[in-house]
T-cell receptor
Framework: AQRVTQPEKLLSVFKGAPVELKCNYSYSGSPELFWYVQYSRQRLQLLLRHISRESIKGFTADLNKGETSFHLKKPFAQEEDSAMYYCALRGGGGNKLTFGTGTQLKVEL | DADVTQTPRNRITKTGKRIMLECSQTKGHDRMYWYRQDPGLGLRLIYYSFDVKDINKGEISDGYSVSRQAQAKFSLSLESAIPNQTALYFC???????????????FGEGSRLTVL
C-alpha cells in the first residue's frame, strides 16, 4: 500500500522567512512524487514534480529515498505563497495519485 | 479554452435523495477521476476511468457509482445520500499519451455537496 504523510495541517511563517513543507511517503517500489497547490478561489494545480527537478515560483523539492521524503522548500516566503499544498505519490499503474492530507501555508506580513 | 467543468457547483440535499454530479472536459483526455476532499483527510480517490469502457474503483467507492457516457463526460452518483458524504468533490483528467507520462492531473473547480 502507498501512503503520503504531511504532518503539519497549518504552517505559518513571516514574509521573507524560509519555508519547508514536509512530506513523507511509504511505497515499496520506485515512486513518483508531486506537489499540488490550491490558491484561494482557484483550482488545484500541479506545482512541481520530482522527475523534472525544476524550481517553480521559487519552490524546490528533492526526493530523498533514504528518508522517504519529498519536502517542499522556498528560501524566502512571499505573501502570494499562501495556499493549501498537497504532496502526492504515483505508484503502480493507472496514473492514480495518492494525496497527503495537505498543509495550509499562511505567509504573514 | 480547454477546461474541466463540474455541475452543479453547490448542492444541498436531504438524506436518502439521489444526487448526480457531472463532469465534462474539453481537453480531449482519456482518463478521468473523481476525488472527494474532506478537511484533515485530503483528497481521496472515489472512481477513475481510463476510457469509456473502463471503470475502476478507487479507495472509497462504497456508496457511489459512476457513468462514463462519452470520452468527455464522467458522472458521479450518490444513489441514497447520507450526511457523511458531505464534502467537496473534484473531477480531474489526465492524458499520459501526450508529452509523456507526466502524472499531471487537471482539476475542475469542485462541487460542494451538503447532505442534511
Amino acid at each position: 500500500a502507498q501512503r503520503v504523510t504531511q504532518p503539519e495541517k497549518l504552517l505559518s511563517v513571516f514574509k521573507g522567512a524560509p519555508v519547508e513543507l514536509k512530506c513523507n511517503y511509504s511505497y515499496s517500489g520506485s515512486p513518483e512524487l508531486f506537489w499540488y497547490v490550491q490558491y484561494s478561489r482557484q483550482r488545484l494545480q500541479l506545482l512541481l514534480r520530482h522527475i523534472s527537478r525544476e524550481s517553480i515560483k521559487g519552490f524546490t523539492a528533492d526526493l530523498n529515498k533514504g528518508e522517504t521524503s519529498f519536502h517542499l522548500k522556498k528560501p524566502f516566503a512571499q505573501e502570494e505563497d499562501s495556499a493549501m499544498y498537497y504532496c502526492a505519490l504515483r505508484g503502480g499503474g493507472g496514473n492514480k495519485l495518492t494525496f497527503g492530507t495537505g498543509t495550509q501555508l499562511k505567509v504573514e506580513l | 479554452d480547454a477546461d474541466v467543468t463540474q455541475t452543479p457547483r453547490n448542492r444541498i440535499t436531504k438524506t436518502g435523495k439521489r444526487i448526480m454530479l457531472e463532469c465534462s472536459q474539453t481537453k480531449g483526455h482519456d482518463r478521468m477521476y473523481w476525488y472527494r476532499q474532506d478537511p484533515g483527510l485530503g483528497l481521496r480517490l472515489i472512481y477513475y476511468s481510463f476510457d469509456v469502457k473502463d471503470i475502476n474503483k478507487g479507495e472509497i467507492s462504497d456508496g457511489y457509482s459512476v457513468s462514463r457516457q462519452a470520452q468527455a463526460k464522467f458522472s458521479l452518483s450518490l444513489e441514497s445520500a447520507i450526511p457523511n458524504q458531505t464534502a467537496l468533490y473534484f473531477c480531474a483528467t489526465s492524458d499520459p499519451t501526450r508529452g509523456g507520462h507526466t502524472g499531471e492531473l487537471f482539476f475542475g473547480e469542485g462541487s460542494r455537496l451538503t447532505v442534511l
